[in-house]
């Protein structure tokens, strides 16, 4: 990365940037990857894949329970900016 930026004459706050960039990046697959194997998944699946939900009417609701167990509400006051 700074053998790039030396050869095209990258500021230093523009490598700064890229760099920084590439770090969140980097830290935000990991810890996805953390929180996904702490979760006590075998590996990652689509909904469909699991037949035992297509069966099992609690597996069913405790997955989202499980999911969303620390999940917070944010009551968002002012004006809206969506498309």
Do not use: C
């Not at 095209?8 to 990857?33: C, I, N, P, W």
């Amino acid at each position: 990365m700074a053998q790039s930026a030396s050869s095209q004459k990258a500021s230093y706050s523009d490598f700064l940037q890229q760099a920084l960039g590439t770090e969140v990046a980097a830290r935000q697959a990991r810890s996805r990857s953390t929180l996904a194997r702490l979760a006590g998944f075998p590996a990652i699946k689509r909904w469909l894949a699991f037949e035992l939900l297509a069966r099992d009417e609690a597996a069913t609701s405790a997955i989202p329970d499980r999911l969303l167990h620390k999940a917070r509400v944010l009551n968002i006051k002012g004006r809206s900016y969506r498309l």
